[in-house]
């Protein structure tokens, strides 16, 4: 699992497959991010990424990390599409050290 200071920007990546693990395009892929408690920091409304260029499946979204966040705390991007499909990956941001 990476760690990201909290303010930076960060590329999400996805690659939505179907079941014989062959990259398929559903009609619509949203992604959330929560922290871990449950509470939204980007709603799917929010987060529509984008195809990666010369790809079937392949989507990204660049999140900025909250600076609302004061202190190290677990993420949660969640990427759903089409029908009842899932897909969620980890994360940890952290304050940003300052000399």
Do not use: C
């Amino acid at each position: 699992m990476a760690d990201y200071n909290i303010g930076d920007t960060i590329r999400l990546k996805a690659t939505i497959k179907n079941f014989d693990d062959v990259e398929t395009a559903p009609a619509s892929v949203t992604v959330s991010v929560y922290k871990l408690d449950g509470t939204a920091l980007l709603t799917s409304t929010g987060g529509i990424p984008t195809l990666t260029s010369g790809t079937t499946a392949q989507y990204y979204y660049d999140y900025t990390v909250s600076t609302g966040l004061t202190s190290a705390t677990k993420l949660m991007a969640l990427w759903e599409w089409t029908g009842p499909h899932k897909k969620r990956m980890n994360f940890d941001v952290v304050p940003m050290i300052t000399e």
